[in-house]
Structures are given as structure tokens and as C-alpha cells.
């Protein structure tokens, strides 16, 4: 399996004062100005081909207080990433990362079976904020790509097995919860589950099951929870080792 990644048709590089360098992207697929600002990548503003340079510019400067307000979480990330290259050992629960310089004209990357493929074109740095965005992007669909093999037939094991009744099971890429339950009992998982033990996957299964009877937290939910994973309060200790937003 090959993925491409979206390629934009024309950028611009401006410097706001007290924040730095912001990149303005023309993309052929956006339909709205968007912003994000991405650990070890920085800030960037999206626009539609049809908006002007100037546009993306002017709304970048118009979220400055948001930029100051998040730049402190996004430095706090970036302390706790990993700078991925060529010697990095990295395995996800069936994959394996397997970074390696090419004669190739354009950076590749592929995922097979049991590999996490990049081959960086010889005209590439590995240590680029392209090609590093394109290695966590390699891990995240394969992260999916296992969660969306295991967590729906553990959820159907683990409701079977304590009489839950729930609608159905979701695999998204989430900034920070690990899941949800939703009012019509659909539920929820973080794609980065597949990062944490088994047993934690088994713990944040049982919690959002146990919200398909208690919709809150109340002593009745964490009563619930611990009659079907016991030690509960601990697993949920354990989990807080973990975040969405590191590798």
C-alpha cells in the first residue's frame, strides 16, 4: 500500500511579531482558511486556491492571541517527540519502521504487512519537517490500520463477555481523549490506543462501555467499572503515562 501525501501548490513565508515564522499554503483541495500549528513543523495557514496570499496572511495575523496561547502546549510536545532517521528503532504492535536513503527521484513511503516503509529520495533531508511529518503519518495509518483489525472484535469479546450492549465502534485519530460514548451508545477509540498495553486498550474498552449504562463519572460508573476491571483506579493512573500526541 503506497500513500501520497497532499501536495500544495504554492507557499508563502511571513514573520509575525512575537511568534516568528508562519507558512501560508494554497491548496487544491481546501474549501476554507484553516490554521495548525504542528509540533516540530510550526505554525501554518491553509487557504483555498482562490484565496489571495494576502487573505491567509491577514487571518494569521488575526489569530495571534490564539498562536501565544498554544505555542506553550505545542513546545511542551515537542520536548517529548522523536527525531526519526535511518537508526531509529520504532515498532507498533505488528509493524516495524524502516527508514532508508534512495535513488528515488520522490520520497516514498509504503505499508506492508508487517513494515512502515520510507525511502527518502536522494535530493530529501530526513530530519526535514516534510519528511518527518510523512514518517508520523506513515505511523498514525498504520496505528489505524491495526486498531480498526483489533479494538472492534475486543470490544465485541469484552461486551459479550459482561452483557454491554453498544450501537458502533469508531476508529478516529484524536488530539487527547482515548474515547467516547456517544447518547446512541456508539463508541469511540483513539487510533494512538494501539500505542499503550493490551490491558490499557482493555481498560479504556470496559470505561466507554460502562458509559453505555452510566453517562457520567458518577460513584455508580466508577462502582460499575471496577466490578469489571478491577484495579481500575490504578489503570487509569497508568494511562495518564500515555499521550495521543507523542511517539
Not at 91 to 117: A, G, M, V
Not at 126 to 141: R, T, W
Not at 159 to 180: D, T
Amino acid at each position: 500500500m503506497i500513500f501520497k501525501k497532499q501536495l500544495f501548490t504554492s507557499e508563502k513565508e511571513i514573520i509575525i511579531d512575537s511568534i516568528g515564522k508562519v507558512i501560508i499554503k494554497k491548496s487544491a483541495v481546501a474549501k476554507y482558511i484553516s490554521i495548525r500549528i504542528n509540533p516540530n513543523v510550526g505554525i501554518s495557514v491553509t487557504i483555498p486556491k482562490r484565496v489571495s496570499f494576502l487573505e491567509g496572511e491577514q487571518f494569521a495575523r488575526s489569530k495571534k492571541d490564539w498562536i501565544i496561547k498554544h505555542l506553550p502546549k505545542i513546545e511542551k510536545i515537542e520536548k517529548n517527540q522523536i527525531l526519526f532517521d535511518g537508526l531509529t528503532k520504532y515498532e507498533t504492535k505488528f509493524h516495524s519502521l524502516l527508514i532508508e536513503q534512495s535513488s528515488l527521484k520522490k520520497t516514498r513511503l509504503t505499508i506492508t504487512d508487517s513494515l512502515i516503509h520510507v525511502e527518502i529520495a536522494n535530493n530529501h533531508d530526513v530530519y526535514s519537517a516534510e519528511i518527518q511529518e510523512l514518517i508520523k503519518f506513515g505511523i498514525i495509518e498504520t496505528l489505524r490500520i491495526e486498531a480498526k483489525d483489533y479494538i472492534p472484535n475486543r470490544v465485541a469479546e469484552l461486551a459479550a463477555e459482561f452483557q454491554f450492549n453498544y450501537n458502533n465502534v469508531f476508529i478516529k485519530n484524536l488530539r487527547s481523549r482515548w474515547g467516547s460514548c456517544s447518547a446512541k451508545n456508539n463508541l469511540n477509540f483513539n487510533v494512538h490506543l494501539m500505542k499503550t498495553p493490551y490491558e490499557l486498550i482493555d481498560y479504556v474498552i470496559l470505561h466507554e462501555l460502562v458509559h453505555t449504562i452510566h453517562k457520567n463519572h458518577s460513584k455508580y460508573f466508577w462502582a460499575h467499572l471496577e466490578k469489571v476491571c478491577p484495579n481500575s483506579k490504578k489503570m487509569d493512573k497508568e494511562l495518564k503515562r500515555y499521550s495521543p500526541n507523542y511517539f
